[in-house]
Structures are given as C-alpha cells and as structure tokens.
C-alpha cells in the first residue's frame, strides 16, 4: 500500500495537517510546537486541505521548516523530514515528537511567544492552567481522601454546571481567581476535573471516577 495514500486517506486530524505550501515560518511554527505539546504529528507538504496532491520544491519547504523549528519554535524543536512522491509530484512529510518536556512556545502575530496545543484539527492557545498542570506533573503529589470547604465549593460548581468556563467558576464561587487557578491545576493534575479545549473555549467538567 502507498504509505502517502494511506495517511491522506486518513484526512487532517490531532496528529496530522496538509500544507498546500509553507511559505509564513511563525504559522508553521505554531502547528509544530502544537504537535510537540500534544501527542506529536506529521505535517504534510504539497497536499491541500481537500487531500489533492499539488507537489513542492521539498528543499525550499524544508528551509522553511528549519527556520520555523529553530527560530520561532521556544526551546527549539527537532524535527525528521523525509521526501514522499504520487506520481511525479513531490510531497515533503515533517514529523514531530511529543515533547518530554512542555511546553514548547511559538511567537504569535504579536511577536509575543505563546504556548498552542492540538485538539483534533486545530491548532489552538493553551491556557494558564494546561501549562500550570505540565509543571505539577514534573512533582505530583498524591490526590487527597478528603477536601476542605473551599475545594468542595469549586467541585460542586462544576459538578451543578455540568461543565463551566473558568471566568464563569470565578464568578459563580466568588473566589480569589490565583485560588481558584491552583486548585483546578491540582485538580486536573489529579484527574478529579477534566479540561477540554474547543475552538469555542476551554471547559471543566468533574471526572467520572
């Protein structure tokens, strides 16, 4: 089986992106430290989002890539190229690993750096409580039997929302906001509450345990 039929066939997903051409290094630089802040993934070069193959100049896409892993990627990224062929057009795939240590920052339209991850399709910002809960993980500690008052009151507004925007959880508790972002940090650390981040916004919701 042609190894880049099989990967086309299998569309834009969390792990994969087409790219009809690079030609914006920060942007790519975005979806590349995504991958490496998630799960890792292959970006595929020369083929658009529909999955039709056009081709590229593999070299100058790769100098591109380079420059976008070494310069706009924070720490720099490592990344593994190899060059693929439908018929006479030329794809290049660029594979990256998830990184061991996270989180890997790209530079924004701003020129501030910022931290992106990958849900599904998309390339989306992480917020401060992902990035707080990579660094618990470096030290986590061990889910308590019990919760104080406090905790209990942030655990059952989310339970009683079914799942809740963090500026909502502020309002709704009332709560010193540094407070509330420790705890949830702990939280998720502790998989006590899941977080999903959508296109629409990053939700909460109480784990089912």
């Not at 042609?2 to 914006?24: A, C, N, P």
Request: aromatic share 8%; with cysteine; proline share 2%.
């Amino acid at each position: 089986m042609d190894i880049l039929k099989s990967y086309i066939r299998e569309g834009e997903h969390q792990t994969q992106d087409f790219k009809f051409r690079v030609d914006d290094a920060k942007k790519i630089a975005r979806t590349l430290a995504a991958f490496a802040n998630t799960d890792g993934g292959r970006l595929l070069i020369g083929v658009k989002d529909n999955g039709k193959v056009v081709g590229v100049n593999p070299e100058e896409e790769f100098h591109v890539i380079q420059g976008a892993a070494s310069m706009y990627c924070k720490p720099e990224l490592k990344v593994k190229t190899q060059i693929m062929q439908d018929d006479h057009k030329l794809v290049l795939e660029v594979t990256v690993d998830e990184a061991a240590r996270k989180p890997i920052k790209a530079l924004d339209d701003n020129d501030v750096w910022k931290t992106y991850v990958r849900r599904e399709d998309h390339t989306l910002l992480a917020n401060k409580i992902l990035v707080g809960v990579w660094k618990k993980q470096r030290n986590a500690s061990s889910t308590p039997q019990t919760f104080d008052e406090d905790e209990q009151l942030i655990l059952n507004t989310i339970k009683n929302e079914g799942q809740i925007t963090l500026s909502k959880l502020y309002r709704k508790t009332k709560l010193k906001k540094s407070y509330i972002d420790r705890l949830l940090i702990l939280f998720v650390t502790w998989e006590v509450v899941q977080m999903n981040i959508t296109p629409a916004g990053t939700y909460f919701s109480v784990s089912d345990v």
